[in-house]
């Protein structure tokens, strides 16, 4: 099964950028649904941006028209570019994927361990 590590968290003033990464391995992403959720202290996991195999792509309402989710198959890996950041954007970051081409579900069974975003 496919495995999945993050990087590009950091700490961000208000407004700025980052841009996270998702690096499979064990699997290529091609054939794979791949989402981007977060997470802050004391609140439910948020599910922050979807991509279909086919390159369509969801998201949340919060981030709609600051984050754009991308894929390149061929690096096996998924992006995803935050701009404009806010506080309310401080969170762990996880990267998820789900064999298949339905993609609009929460049962996402391969989980990365998550990079930090804290904007301040």
């Known amino acids: 099964h496919v495995q999945l590590v993050e990087s590009g968290g950091g700490s961000v003033q208000v407004g700025g950028s980052l841009r996270l990464s998702c690096v499979a391995s064990g699997d290529t992403i091609g054939r794979y649904c791949m989402g981007w959720y977060r997470q802050s202290p004391g609140k439910d996991r948020e599910g922050v941006a979807v991509?279909?195999?086919?390159?369509?792509?969801v998201y949340a309402d919060s981030v709609q028209g600051r984050f754009t989710i991308s894929r390149d198959n061929a690096k096996n890996t998924v992006y995803l570019l935050m701009n404009s950041l806010k506080t309310e954007d401080t969170a762990m970051y996880y990267c998820?994927?789900?064999?298949?081409?339905?993609?609009?579900?929460?049962?996402?069974?391969?989980w990365g361990q998550g990079t930090q975003v804290t904007v301040s």
């Open positions: 998820a994927a789900r064999s298949g081409t339905y993609c609009y579900t929460a049962d996402y069974p391969y």
């Open positions: 991509i279909d195999t086919d390159g369509r792509t």
